[in-house]
Each structure stands twice: as structure tokens, then as C-alpha cells.
């Protein structure tokens, strides 16, 4: 009820944020380092912001998230964190024998001004860190930035501590995803392996927050990418880099630090997208494309080619995240659909809108940046209603008080289950989404039907 009284106009603020539509950095920092093989995450900050951390994952994926904290009190806050983590990484060791543990800082342990660089070459010093393991740090301050930014400092921290090029080239390809869900990773690796492509990939959250049921407790899950395979990526012949916004500055270091060239392509979400990784992989590795691929493409071609006319045409608005949103709006540009607003709460610079503008045309409103939160999206609707929005669980508020179809995609989607299970990426992906944009569509369609027109065969 309360969104009834969101206004229609429009007025563009400079320093409110109202329901952001983002979340912060080490919710993404932590995401990163659960996508690495033994690895623990640790928060270097309060109780409070590991335990919102943990919970944000736990309530999105329904698999309990392993991370420790400094457990800053009063005193930490007034003279550092440095005795908190020190002594948070001889108990990390004794208590849960990870091999690396990989902190991210918090909005407390920035503004404090803590040097986990120092700090780490202290707990090296002082041999709190055992033969072999390594503890390595993001730095993610939560006042700037969203959890998009925090897991791409994780993943080029991973790069900036892991990779070496040892002056010997090996045959494989780096692949680093975007913040996608596990399925969309395990979906990227698919395709690769179709094609016989020898890979890195980094982070990988297969298995680990959709693994099975089994009846056993797992510290550290099976699956994560190996530090041994992210030190061979200093080796490798290419980077794809997956999502501008989150996975292009690893891909980036690769490049500077061990001279791996790199690609930044968009997600691959839908045809285009997913033919346009596809082709990089065959033109990098050259790799043949097989028929199982060929199936996979042609059957989500025949859908879209079947049921077009129930998708030209349709309006829809999207909020989340960069990359995600990219994916999804040259998805909906392909699919005919027109795209009328395109939000996100993380800024992802100039470069963004101009794809998103060539990909949907210049009509689309695009708006990023911390203002861009759920009131304005909200407000940009009640001013240009759409058929349909695509976003996270927080605009089900809105398409209940505006009476819209809403397709969860992104993160965090705390009311559904599925998207750990079930990608958006690749030609499987793609026959995914449109199978749920399509069944929005008509049972909206069923239930305003009048009974003359209500269809048995659509
Ligand atoms: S925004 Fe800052 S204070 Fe709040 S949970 Fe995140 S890191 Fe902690």
C-alpha cells in the first residue's frame, strides 16, 4: 500500500538513495572467494556486516555460506583491526584448515584506514600463516561501489596474488564470468567443453551453492577453481572476460601482469550473445563447433521463430545488475520485445549506456548510479507502463502495487528457487528464459481473457 503514494514525477536527486538497488561490496567480494577450491571468505569488519553478508547469500542460493569475521568491538573501531584479525587467522588455521583464506574489508575497517597489506605481512612474520597456505585481500569499501564491484576486486585480487606466467605457454583458455549464478557458470562450461576447449575458469560456484543433498556436512564444498589453475592462467593463450563490469579488470591484470590478451564480450545471454562466445572460442582455440551445440541453438532459434508474436512488441523494464542487464536487454532487443527502462544501482560508467542504447535504441531510459534505486525505477513505470519487469525479488512490491508480470532475474532472489539451478546463459539458458517470459505472458493472458476468447491452444 505504502508504494501507492510514489510520486509520478520524476525528480532527479543527487544525494538520497531510496531502496537501493544494489547490494554491497563484500556480499560480492564473498560470493568470489566461496568460487575458489578451499577457500574461506573472512570479513574484516563487525559481527553485524559478516552476518548480513552470510545471510544475503544463504537466503538467495538456500545453502549455508561459510565466512569468519574480525568481530570488531569499541576497540577495534577506535584503533584498528589489526590484533582482531591476527588473531581471527591462528584460530581460521587451527579450527577450519582452509588453503587460502580470502578477506574483503568492510565499510568500518576502510574508513579506520586498516592496511591488511601490512597486517598480512605481519601474520606471515610472526608464522601465524602455515607452510603452504596463503591468506590473500580485497579491498571493498561498501560507501562506493555495489556487490558487482566487490566481487570484481576479489577476482582481480585472485589474479593479482595467484597467476604467474612462467614463460611457457599452455593451450587453454581463461573464461572469468560476471556475478552469475552457478548454473550460469556450470552453463559457460558447457559449451567450452562441447567444444573440447581446454579451460580456466575463475571463480566457479558449480556445486558449491547448488550441490546436492547428501546427507554430509562440507566445510568447503567440492568444486571451486583450483589456486593451481588459477596460477596456470598466467600461462594461458587468451582471456574471455564475461560482463564488462564485473570480470573485465581481471582479465585486464592477466593481460599487464602476465601478458595474456584478453576479450571483453558481453554475457551470453540469448543468441547473440551466446554465438558470439562460442565463435571466440572456436577462433581462439580452434575448436569445431559440435552437433550438440548446433541442436542446442536451433531448438531455442525454433521457439523464438514459433512464438514470436507473442513477445513482439511487449514492453518490458529491467533493473539489476550491469552485466546481467546487457545479457538481457540484447536478449529482449532479439527476441522483438521493446526495452523502456534499463536501472541499476552499481555505475558502471559511460560505456554501458551506449551499449545498452545500441542494443535496445535511443528511446530506452537508462539511469545508474546510487540514485538509481527502486523509486526512481518505480517512478519511471507509473510514468511508462510496461508489459512486463524483469529484475530482482524487490520489485515484486512494485509489480503487485502497479499490477505487472514480474520475472525474477539477478540477484538477490530470496522468494523463489530455481535460479541456482536453471541458467539464463548460453542456448539453454536462452530457451529458458524465453519459456518464462512466454508463460508470463499468456497466463496473463488467461486470466484477463473474457470467456469467448479464453483459448485451449494458444
Ligand atoms: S554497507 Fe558497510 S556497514 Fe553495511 S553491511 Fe555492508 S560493509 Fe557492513
Known sequence: ML???????????????????????????????????KCLPHSHGSQGCCAYHRSALTRHYKEPVMATTSSFTEGASVFGGQANILEAITNIFALYDPEVVAVHTTCLSEVIGDDLSQI???????????AGKRVVYASTP??????????????????QN???????????????????????????KHIASEMGVKFVMFPDTTGILNGPMDGKFRMYPKGGATIASIKSAGDSIKTIALGRT??????KLLDTKCKVPCEILDLPVG??????YVDLLRKTYGAAVPESLLLERGQLVDVMTDMNQYVSGKRVSLVGDPDTLVGVARFCAENDMKVLHVVSGTAPGPKFERRIRELCGESVVVKTGAQADMFYFHQLLKGERPDLILGNTYCKYIARDMDIPLIRIGFPIYDRVGHSYFPITGYRGGLRLLEKVLDTFMDRQDRDAAEESFELVM
Open 3 to 37: 508504494l501507492r503514494h510514489t510520486p509520478d514525477k520524476v525528480v532527479e536527486r543527487t544525494a538520497l538513495t531510496i531502496n537501493p538497488a544494489k547490494t554491497c561490496q563484500p556480499v560480492g567480494a564473498m560470493y568470489a572467494a566461496l568460487g575458489v577450491s
Open 142 to 159: 561498501s560507501f562506493k561501489g555495489s556487490h558487482v564491484t566487490g566481487y570484481s576486486n576479489m577476482v582481480t585480487s585472485l589474479v
Open 246 to 251: 564485473g570480470a573485465m579488470a581481471a582479465a
Open 162 to 188: 595467484f597467476s604467474e606466467n612462467s614463460g611457457k605457454k599452455i593451450s587453454q583458455v581463461n573464461i572469468i564470468p560476471s556475478f552469475v549464478e552457478p548454473s550460469d557458470m556450470a552453463e559457460i
Open 120 to 130: 598480512i605481512n605481519k601474520a606471515v612474520a610472526e608464522g601465524k600463516i602455515p
Open 271 to 276: 543468441v547473440g550473445g551466446t554465438d558470439e
